[in-house]
T-cell receptor
Framework: SQQGEEDPQALSIQEGENATMNCSYKTSINNLQWYRQNSGRGLVHLIL?????REKHSGRLRVTLDTSKKSSSLLITASRAADTASYFC????????????FGAGTRLFVKA | DVKVTQSSRYLVKRTGEKVFLECVQD?????MFWYRQDPGLGLRLIYFSYDVKMKEKGDIPEGYSVSREKKERFSLILESASTNQTSMYLCASRRDFSRSDYGYTFGSGTRLTVV
């Protein structure tokens, strides 16, 4: 089963609005990462938050991590049409070998 | 700007052909990975490599093999292509397996169609 599961599967908003995507996972983790994928392209690393961190910012991105609830959220503020993409969370665990598991992604569509 | 380069964006191959997907990184990263991405299934790990000449099976290695003769190059081989291997293939690299706090750098992907 998927370690990271994003919610919602798809999200459509107007330019200028904020977009929030959530990720839930099942087991303990060392870190959680968020990636963006434009249509038909590779993934781009956005931000990594460690298990002992609760919140992290990068430009218009804000990531929170709640290890007690095994969940994370990615907030994109003041969204732009160029933010239209799929967003994936990925959980990193050290289980004798370091493993990263990706979720199925949230498709974000920002209307101009 | 650091880069992972996949040799082809699009490939069309016939069933039974041997297919080579090439990936090169210029970041001196120790770790390299091959994933396939299918709608609704997310990214699934095929093979990875901690270092030169080392390889480990991922979650779905059947029908695939890999080669890493040089640190910068990691090749994925489909021994006998089948239609169920039609997919988007993504190569990625990462610094230093022993330290977990690094993200991946991905290539642009190769969309493979097997007919």
């Amino acid at each position: 089963s998927q370690q990271g599961e994003e919610d919602p599967q798809a999200l459509s908003i107007q330019e200028g609005e904020n977009a929030t995507m959530n990720c839930s996972y099942k087991t303990s983790i060392n870190n959680l990462q968020w990636y963006r994928q434009n249509s038909g392209r590779g993934l781009v690393h956005l931000i990594l938050i460690r298990s002992n961190e609760r919140e992290k910012h990068s430009g218009r991105l804000r990531v929170t991590l709640d290890t007690s609830k095994k969940s994370s959220s990615l907030l994109i503020t003041a969204s732009r049409a160029a933010d239209t993409a799929s967003y994936f969370c990925a959980t990193g665990r050290n289980t004798g070998g370091f493993k990263t598991i990706f979720g199925a992604g949230t498709r974000l569509f920002v209307k101009a | 700007d650091v880069k992972v380069t996949q040799s082809s964006r699009y490939l069309v191959k016939r069933t039974g052909e041997k297919v080579f997907l090439e990936c090169v990184q210029d970041m001196d990263h120790e770790n390299m990975f091959w994933y396939r991405q299918d709608p609704g299934l997310g990214l699934r790990l095929i093979y990875f490599s901690y270092d030169v000449k080392m390889k480990e099976k991922g979650d779905i290695p059947e029908g695939y093999s890999v080669s890493r003769e040089k640190k910068e190059r990691f090749s994925l081989i489909l021994e006998s292509a089948s239609t169920n291997q039609t997919s988007m293939y993504l190569c990625a690299s990462r610094r230093d397996f022993s330290r977990s706090d690094y993200g991946y750098t991905f290539g642009s992907g190769t969309r493979l169609t097997v007919v």
